[in-house]
């Protein structure tokens, strides 16, 4: 096992549980803070802090691949032509993508945004949209 890099990061997981548990039902939460604890890192400089970030956010819910974004944004709900309320960083992000089995992480793009659903913080990740790439 690694030691954690972010030891605060499951105390602050069962913070954003405790919390979702009292907003009152149909309320949206943007961004949600499923979103926050598992794919936004605030102080994620580097590649390897991103790996770091999705190895300890594997310890709160496993899975194979993370995407994580680097940095803060302000969040704004759009509503989709289906009836889930999503919500959407406004400022691109550095993003990378995470396999944890392989310990690599790959550059999604350097201006990236993202949606996730209001009601449970899953990102779409399929849909990150980049408009800057890192060049070859």
């Known amino acids: 096992m690694f030691p954690l890099r972010y030891p605060w ?9 405790y919390w979702i548990s009292i907003i009152p039902s149909g309320t949206p939460s943007c961004p949600h803070p499923n979103f926050v ?4 890192c605030l102080d994620c400089l580097t590649e390897e ?4 970030f999705s190895r300890d956010r594997n310890r709160i819910q496993a899975t194979a691949v993370n995407t994580v974004f680097f940095g ?11 009836t889930e309320q999503l919500c959407e960083n406004d400022v691109p992000l550095l993003t990378y993508n995470c396999n944890i089995q392989r310990n690599e992480c ?7 945004k993202g949606k996730h659903s209001t009601d449970n913080g ?11 790439t890192k060049p070859f």
Do not use: Q, W
Not at 37 to 40: G, R, T
Not at 72 to 82: A, E, H, Q, R
Not at 123 to 131: A, D, G, H, Q, W
């Open 9 to 17: 990061m499951p105390v602050v997981f069962a913070i954003c549980c």
């Open 122 to 132: 899953h990102l779409f990740y399929k849909e990150v949209k980049c408009s800057k």
């Open 106 to 112: 790959r550059l999604v793009g350097n201006e990236c």
């Open 72 to 82: 803060n944004s302000s969040f704004t709900s759009v509503s989709p032509k289906s």
């Open 49 to 52: 802090d991103a790996l770091e």
């Open 37 to 40: 604890a598992k794919h936004l």
